[in-house]
């Protein structure tokens, strides 16, 4: 008896509802430079439940060539009540998501009149040939049945993205790890999955991590704490403290050995206004004890007194380790314009000790960039134009939960290509580095409880899903997303613009970007159809052929 299922060749920019019709045309063909990462999708339904359907692919790049299948994870809280129009869905329910290794054992399931799709990447580093090659995809019961066909050609260019410019840091929760694993911090179990997720967040394009010095004091309650995970560690003795930095110097070596290539450390002053110190841990006659945390007024004598003996040591450490210009500071996050007097207060104490340094820190009011208060700015994409019209140089920008009319961002109810826009805008406006505050949250908001990402997608009812992480915790490692993927391939872009660069000008490019678009490519202005980014890259990466 022949089984019904059909299927279609979609793009990396649709998302596959369960329970939609999908209205996406095909896509059968596509191309990529000689290292990049490409990924297509193919949706599949039947009109009956057929299980243990399985994957086969028939390729010259097949060796290259990884299928996941397309996992749906749960959104009761899928956007604000405000939300703008360029959205895909506002209803709670089942999202496309996770990217689920292809179960060996089962195979497939389709389920009658449900889209389901597979995810297939193309990782073409190393040595593939240049030209086009054919990817056949069959879909097979275990005993070779057939149930379905589809064809792809990928055209493979012979040229090299470049390096990647941009730094890149989506923070790092070293303690979601330890909690969700059940692993003791620091523990050998514990590194074991700090390298499996630093090398995930490296191989999408992530070359700088957040460094936790001591435990970051981010998104915790007031009078709250999040596990300790500090990588210094201290010993008091009278007035005088002592360090030593042996657990800092095996994570900065992990993480060099990974691919980082450089380390923001993390902030030395509590978030929304710096008038805490973070939570410090260390030993006194023996004993273990808190030195500061809530308690400690970020401007008084005993805190500058520890940090005028550690910053010296640190500085100390970061010149034998070769790291000068590796790393970043951070004061404090997301200060809000009524909180200018804390935050100068404690930007003026760290200044003292790490003038030679960078200070980064996310905030969006430029009276802080416009005091000095700050070398870097950090502001949200949706607040950049002030830092753009006073031409600040070396710009970072961000977004999280709050940039959710416009501009681009990444929930789960927003099309792919308001994820992959952002390196198109990074290019144009010559952006320096981009930050994001969640790879791995899986606490509540203010780090209250723990999560199970796979159940929970919003941070227990805080944040709209999709904003708190980008990889899942697998019980073999990381499970990547779609959200992750397109991110990535904007960062693609990025780099391909650059190249097309080098061979035709800056000005050049930028007209091809731009050509026929009204009002050109802005922060909150973009094209709204995911078509456009398809033609569009095919156009960057037929010039940059043309000039090879």
């Not at 389709?110 to 799709?117: G, K, L, M, T, V």
């Not at 004890?289 to 007194?305: H, I, L, N, P, V």
């Not at 031409?391 to 939960?401: A, D, F, I, P, S």
């Amino acid at each position: 008896m022949v089984l019904d299922l059909i299927t279609r060749c979609v793009s990396s920019l649709t998302k596959v509802f369960a329970d939609q019709e999908l209205k996406d045309s095909a896509v059968t063909n596509g191309s990529a430079l000689l290292n990049e990462s490409f990924s297509f999708q193919i949706a599949y339904k039947s009109t009956r439940l057929v299980k243990d359907i399985r994957v086969r692919i028939q390729s010259t790049l097949k060796e290259k060539i990884t299928v996941r299948s397309v996992g749906l994870a749960p959104s009761e809280f899928p956007c604000y009540h405000d939300h703008d129009d360029l959205i895909l869905r506002i209803t709670p329910g089942l999202y496309p998501d996770p990217l689920y290794p292809l179960d060996k054992r089962d195979g497939l399931t389709a389920f009658p009149e449900q889209w389901r799709a597979i995810w297939i990447t193309v990782d073409l580093q190393g040595d593939v040939d240049p030209g086009r090659h054919l990817i056949e995809v069959n879909f097979e019961k275990e005993n070779r049945e057939y149930l379905g066909r589809e064809m792809f050609e990928l055209e493979v260019i012979a040229a090299e993205l470049p390096e990647q410019q941009l730094i890149h840091t989506e923070w790092f929760h070293t303690d979601c790890l330890a909690t969700y694993y059940n692993v003791d911090i620091f523990s050998e179990e514990h590194w074991r999955r700090i390298e499996q997720f630093v090398q995930t967040a490296v191989k999408h394009g992530m070359n700088m991590i957040l460094t936790p010095l001591f435990t970051p004091p981010l998104d915790t309650e007031v009078g709250g704490e999040r596990p300790t995970v500090q990588l210094v560690d201290v010993e008091k003795s009278g007035d005088t403290y002592h360090f030593r930095f042996d657990t800092l110097r095996r994570w900065i070596e992990l993480c060099r050995n990974a691919g980082i290539t450089y380390f923001e450390f993390s902030h030395l002053f509590t978030q929304w206004g710096a008038k805490h110190a973070p939570k410090i841990i260390g030993y006194e006659k023996g004993e273990q004890k808190q030195f500061f945390g809530w308690d400690t007024d970020a401007a008084g004598d005993e805190y500058r007194q520890f940090l005028h003996q550690f910053l010296p040591c640190l500085i100390d450490f970061i010149k034998q380790n070769g790291l000068e210009h590796r790393v970043f500071f951070h004061v404090s996050d997301e200060p809000h314009l009524d909180q200018v007097e804390s935050y100068q207060n404690a930007s003026e104490i760290l200044q003292t000790y790490v003038k030679d340094f960078p200070v980064i820190d996310a905030l969006s009011d430029y009276t802080f960039y416009e005091k000095g208060l700050v070398k870097t700015p950090i502001p949200s994409n949706d607040h950049i134009q002030p830092f753009l019209d006073n031409g600040v140089e070396n710009l970072w920008t961000y977004h999280c939960c709050v940039q959710y009319k416009k501009v681009a961002n990444r929930f789960f109810n927003m099309p792919s290509f308001r994820n992959r826009v952002l390196g198109m805008q990074l290019y144009k406006f010559n952006i320096a580095g981009f930050l994001h505050w969640g790879y791995n949250f899986w606490y509540s908001q203010y780090s209250k409880k723990p999560i199970d990402p796979f159940r929970n997608t919003d941070a227990h009812y805080a944040f709209p899903s999709g904003d708190a992480f980008l990889v899942y915790p697998g019980e073999e490692g990381p499970i990547e997303s779609i959200r992750l993927e397109v991110l990535h391939e904007a960062l693609q872009d990025l780099r391909a613009l650059q190249l097309l660069e080098s061979f035709i000008g800056r000005e050049q490019v930028l007209e091809l970007l731009e050509e026929g678009l009204d009002g050109g490519i802005t922060f909150e202005q973009y094209p709204l159809n995911r078509e456009w980014y398809l033609l569009k890259r095919e156009e960057i990466n037929e010039k940059i052929k043309e000039n090879l």
